[in-house]
């Protein structure tokens, strides 16, 4: 009897021990936070945005840079590699490793907030929350799949290979994965979006500042139409877009008086450009990364630049637009162009990259190179919801979407875009060739475009669209979405001089960036070469 | 009873109590035997005995020695002739004891005369281990690879940190002294690296309680020269008068009861107890006084020399008026300017060269300048008693050391009080206590940093006083202001205006219960809180060059130059402005940590048939350690104005701009339970077979259960030969002969940053372009990894040890082969969770060794013996396993890098090919072509053009001990030695000189026509056109400092210590009341025998980091030592 309750007491003591020393160990060994309300998880969301950029690679890998010679000793291997849509392999901030991983290391803070969210039940109060976390997992995989895919296509993209979508957070330690088609990919971001955007509540910002960046609402609706572009989704894109400025552009359109006040210096500029205070700028990004070195007035990087010939042949400084025939005069924007030219320089710039430096050491002069620059803008939106209607053939409302933007940007009495306008212009240049350039770029597109009035209107907004967002790196996707050849050559004393074979065909296999060798050697299927 | 557990212990108690109960049942038993037994049979008659107590060696008297009736409080000391007369029991046994000799029992039988000879006690606690886990093992059945250290065989004077005594005295243990600085650690390692990415450093136990460091300091760190560095010694706060030994636990079967904790090693220190019959009262004290460093010992040129390579870069164009005269840091030329343009100084030829030729006959002492010769004293008293039923054992001890160099004074004191009551014949209880407080000062110095872009490791406003006397001009005068950082400098008047004091306190209270509950079966139950604190404040007084630094904007080209300026962004065309326009700087750090750990055991031991012995113990611990560290920074405190901040709002608006903190907060916990068993087996004193097993848990690693529990174990045994029949009969000339062999799993807990068993989220602050668009967020710091577990080790050793010609030589080998597996290291993953890079169990080392130890006496005549030792350690690891993601520049450095197929701490060097015949030196590059500015420092991918130049751990090392004694002198010699390891010399090349700087001696070979790269290796000193021209050349004068030309052996002989010690005849001292007198002269780490003549006197072990690290000073010490 006595050796029985003794037994009995043992195992209860036993079992009590094993739970005690469980709790006893459960404590945390540090400050390290946990998922485990509200607060924490809305800011868990302040790491689910890139805090790297794709700005550098593509910019580069786009016909918006020229070769300016090997006598320009201002190159290093990363943008020779990415001129030339070699693999890159260097390593650095702009590196496609780091590209790689911080959009998957933004994906994994938007995973960790969703589970967590999911863990609480799905409360009302972590609604906002919720939308910004899907929206900001679509982004980047947007990111992703298009620097690292083929362009979505209708009758390609259910082979074509996309990335890998992550929905959870990874758990081990070298985990391996298969990789999504692009149409998978396409579907699971539509999913998160449609999901997601609805959601969203910019009242969850802590100011409206600090709210630029994040997904608010402009910046999300301005995201989808954006997705729905890529995708050839015209009536979704242009009522996403429409939505971005909230259906009334000319209140969301730049404030360039304000601006133009610092055109002075160059870096004043650009700062001001990208500031949270102006009502344009949807979503700004601040990235460690040298592309603000490389797009602005700086000799870094002025090997491949966007110089002169470019400028004045096909984009910013053509005397000919759709709008307005300059004659000999450059083309007036609200905020001047930098021209900077020199000895081994020639970079024609619009401020669209701001350069800032976070000091570690200020002493010895030690830290990050930011390029802060805005992915999203209402401007940009708006030509989206211009390119979708001329999709559309709603030309009408392209063309006065097309005349706000115009009326914004550039200073001119009395600017006239019509159909007639934009026929006659586009009619008045032959096809580019890497020997004579042009603004008109031929169209080997997925989707059916009409010669005649069509193609001119969609040459007139991509020509606009080319100047709203140069040396940001948007110009190389619309390049892969409009089939767009490039072939590399190399200006000598402001004139085309020799002519690479190296050409970038139509579905060139390199229009998908290989992924970083680090991916590949540990076993993740590369872009086919 | 389980509920008034409950209460008392909390959870806490819980994890004990199983093991509490299990063990209760037979306790309870044993109660009644213990009753039984303790029935005395008591005779009635009573005698008077007399007698002479003698030292069996030379037959002189020994006064003082305790004469005890066995068994009551009945007790007499031997007079000064060693007489003595006690009235006891006729059947009474008596207990004769003094320290230093073996406890005599004598039955009384009737007789009324006992003479007794008592024979000196060497080792009188060798025949035990203490395995620090509160049980005692015989040594004759010890299986595991152990050495023990006694402090009276290594004690050194004037070394006040217990940990440097082990430096070259146990085999197996490497100690290097990479800074001599009180209170910061030598490198220690226990049979070499166990980890790649981890420390490895040893585990101390102190009576038992691990002690564990109040700030994680890893070993590459421990010669960073950081203030933090300054706490980093775990024993700094034991006074080395009262520990009895040292304990080394190696091999895995030593170790393994330590589990997840030992691998690295275990030391064990036993401090002194009260012994039953001995009274003493012992007072030490030591007078230390440190040579001063000598230019004679280095290659630093004079000031004659110097002002020759001034001209020399004044030709280059680097002394010019325009750029000296406005530039961050200037010496005699810049001062001159500065004369010149205040008109203080005639622009002519002739008063240029008057003021210069001044300068150039200067010779400044810079060592003379900032080290003294004071002397540093440290004394100790120590009370010890004890009777049967209670022992004590006390002391006090207080150094003062007003500093071998300028601002570097500290004064410790520590007390130690221990005592044991017998409770009950069968049940002990021990009551332990000590506490130390230090005060320290140090020359203000902030953190090292390492640019990656140019290869240069700095450290802003330096001056620590060492690397300020190897590094400046002796064309400087020491009275007057020069320029440092645009500000005015003086090293003497800086290092009054830039300390750091550092407190540090540290007590520990302690309780052991131990009950005999059968002969055969022993409980300890031991608790302890230990608790520490330590602040830094480092003072940066209004009138220091680094708060001039902050305001300094005489001209315009200061103004826009000077980094500590602020431009306020929000401003238009606005100027760089102080954001400290008056007062100085106020940083404090503070550390604090309490330690619990409880533990109980159980042993178990019995005889049976008088040829079976088993042994087993099982205990279980739990500990928890709570610490937490502040910082913060004070800006414009005005020490001049009663101590009253003013504080310039702009410090935290250009904070919050640069994303820098003014004050920052850390809390940790780590909290441990383990269970542990041994049992050991052993047949006639001749076999004995071991295992031993632990299984531990902490909380290390988050909340997830999978990493949670690790289980180690060992098994061992031992082969007694000497004990063989056989071997009595065969009568070789070995006097005593076993061997033994382990194997065994051990743990440890990795690299302290390495946790995320689940992911790690921390908070962090986005950068932002504005103050207003700031936020805080949460961002992954690590990804969760599922698999995450204990770096672990298997470990084979194999060992004997044996006695020659009647053990007058005895000889220890052990031989190990160490397989070091589930390793952190960096794998290289496909990235899809935001980490492409990530910290695994992928890595794999082999390591082996060999240890040997040879103690004997060579010659014994009369009055004169010579006794020596000699220690043999070798140690080599090659690392069998890892991925790889280092940059060049974490190959070259000199903490070394763990490549694999290499060994851990491996060093590489850019190969360095020749000088070219423009004087630039030219090395291979990546792709095989020469290169002068082209290697690429961060370079990840190509790193096999690298050199191996060798491991940065030495390989072989050891020491050879002499002792000669002739009657009461004792003269000792101490010799240690290392080889096997490589240096990187310090780093000395730069693309520029300043008037500030001083060159070696080397300088002088350096390329200066075309035709000398034929006959030199060292770089021109660059034209300022060449800059102008090319930016990128101190990435080839960075590349120079850390290529194959700039490697040295770190090979070296010491003789560490020399001493002659004298004692007083005992016999003449017991007339003046004394017990003993001695007096000792030592002299320190006197000089290198040898060292690669590429050091240019540069000490191989110490690495000159600035900051607060100094290197082990030549020192002599006076001990005496007085015993009542």
Known sequence: ?529 | MKKIYKKNVGRIGYCLLGLFCCTFLPSVEAKATAKDGAKLIKSERVVTVKGTVRDKKDGSPLPGVSVREKGSSNAISTNGQGQYQLTVQDGATLTFASIGYKTVEVVVNGRTSIDVSLQEDAGQLSDVVITGMGTQVDKRTFTGATSRLKVSDAEIGGLPDPSRMLDGRVAGVVVQNTTGTFGTAPKIRVRGATSIYGSSKPLWVVDGVILEDVADVSSDALSSGDALTLISSAVGGLNSNDIESFQVLKDGAATSIYGAKGMGGVIVITTKRGRVGINSLNYVSEFTTRAIPSYNNFNIMNSQEQMGVYQMLEQRGWLNNSSVSNAPNSGVYGKMYQLINSGQLLNTQEAKNAYLREAEYRNTDWFDELFSTNIAQNHSISMSSGTEKAQYFSSISAISDPGWSKQSKFKRYTANFNATYNLRDNLKLTLLSNGSYREQRAPGTLGQSTDVVFGTVGRDFDINPFSYALNSSRTLDPNETYTRNYAPFNILKEMENNYMDVNVADVKFQWELRWKALKTLDFAFLASTRYQQTSQQHYIKDESNQSMAYRAMGTTIIRDANPYLYTDPSVLYSNPISILPAGGIYNRTDYKMTSNDFRLTAQYNETFAEKHTVDFVGGSTVSEIARNNNWNRGWGLQYGLGEIPFTDYRVFKRGAEENTEYFRVGNTKSKEVAFFGEGAYTYDNRYTVKATGRYEGSNRLGRSTSARWLPTWSVSGLWNVTEEKFFKELNTPFSSLSFKGSYGLSANRGPSYVTNSQAIYSSYNPWRPTAGDRETGLQIDNLENSGLTFEKKHELNLGTSFGLFKNRLAIDVDWYKRNNFDLIGIVNTQGLGGEITKYGNVAAMKSSGIEVSIAGTVLKKGDFSWTANFIYTHATNKVTESENNARVIDYITGTGYGLKGYSARSLFSIPFVRIQNDGLPVFINDDGTETVSGVYLQNRDKVDFLKYEGTLEPTHLGSFGNIFSYKNFKLNVFVTYSYGNVVRLDPAFRTGYTDLDANTREFFDAWTVPGDELRTNVPVILDTRYLRNDSDYSIAYNSYNYSSANVAKGDFIRLKDISLGYDFPKEKLAKIGLANLGLRLNATNLWLLYADKKLNGQDPEFVNAGGVALPIPKQYTLTLRVGF
């Open chain 1, 1 to 529: 009897m006595k050796n029985r309750f003794l037994f009995i007491a043992i195992s209860a003591i036993a079992i009590l021990n094993v739970s005690s020393c469980k709790k006893y160990l459960d404590e945390l060994p540090d400050n390290r936070a946990e998922l485990n309300n509200t607060e924490k998880i809305s800011k868990m969301l302040v790491s689910a945005y890139p805090q790297n950029s794709y700005v550098l690679p593509t910019e580069l890998s786009s016909d918006n840079v020229d070769d300016y010679g090997d006598t320009n000793p201002y190159s290093d291997r990363f943008s020779t590699q990415a001129f030339n849509w070699q693999d890159i392999t260097e390593t650095n901030n702009d590196g496609i490793d780091r590209l790689w991983s911080g959009c998957y290391s933004a994906i994994a803070s938007a995973n960790a907030a969703l589970a967590a969210i999911e863990a609480q039940g799905n409360p009302a109060t972590l609604s906002a929350a919720k939308g910004e976390a899907l929206v900001a997992r679509a982004y980047g995989h947007f990111i992703l799949v298009n620097v690292f895919a083929q362009h979505y296509s209708p009758t390609k993209s259910a082979t074509d290979l996309g990335i890998t979508y992550m929905t959870k957070s990874e758990s081990t330690l070298n985990p391996k994965y298969e990789r999504n088609t692009v149409a998978e990919v396409y579907d699971l971001m539509v999913k998160d979006l449609e999901a997601g955007v609805p959601l969203i509540n910019d009242a969850s910002y802590s100011n409206a500042n600090v709210a630029k960046y994040h997904f608010n609402k402009s910046a999300a609706n301005a995201f989808a139409a954006r997705l729905f572009l890529y995708k050839g989704d015209w009536t979704k894109a242009v009522s996403y877009a429409t939505a971005a400025f909230n259906n009334s552009p000319s209140a969301y359109l730049r404030d360039w008086s304000y601006i133009s006040t610092f055109a002075a210096t160059f870096a004043n500029a650009t700062r001001e450009y990208n500031a949270s205070t102006i009502k344009a700028n949807f979503l700004i990004s601040t990235p460690a990364s040298s592309a603000a070195l490389a797009f602005g007035n700086y000799y870094t990087g002025s090997r491949y630049s966007h110089g002169n010939y470019i400028a004045r042949q096909e984009s910013i400084l053509t005397t000919r637009t759709p709008h307005f025939n300059y004659g000999t005069a450059l083309p007036a924007y609200r905020v001047r162009t930098y021209t900077y030219s020199g000895a081994n320089l020639d970079k024609v710039l619009l401020p669209h990259v701001s350069y800032q430096f976070e000091y570690t050491d200020p002493v010895a002069g030690i830290g990050y190179i930011h390029s802060v620059f805005t992915p999203f803008t209402a401007e940009e939106a708006l030509l989206t919801r211009a390119e979708a209607n001329i999709q559309l053939k709603n030309y009408a409302p392209a063309i006065a979407d097309m005349q706000l933007f115009v009326n914004n940007t550039y200073t001119v009495a009395t600017p006239v875009l019509t159909e007639a306008s934009i026929n006659a212009w586009a009619n008045g240049f032959a096809y580019s060739t890497p020997a004579v350039s042009t603004p008109k770029k031929k169209f080997n597109a997925e989707f059916v475009i009409e010669a005649g009035t069509q193609e001119n209107m969609l040459h007139a907004l991509l020509f606009y669209r080319r100047a709203e967002t140069l040396l940001t790196g948007l110009r190389w996707f619309d390049v892969k979405r409009y089939g767009i050849e490039i072939t590399r050559r190399t200006i000598v004393a402001g004139a085309v001089g020799p002519i690479s074979s190296n050409t970038l065909v139509v579905r060139d296999n390199r229009r998908a960036l290989q992924l970083p060798q680090d991916v590949i050697s540990s076993g993740l299927t590369p872009n086919p070469r």
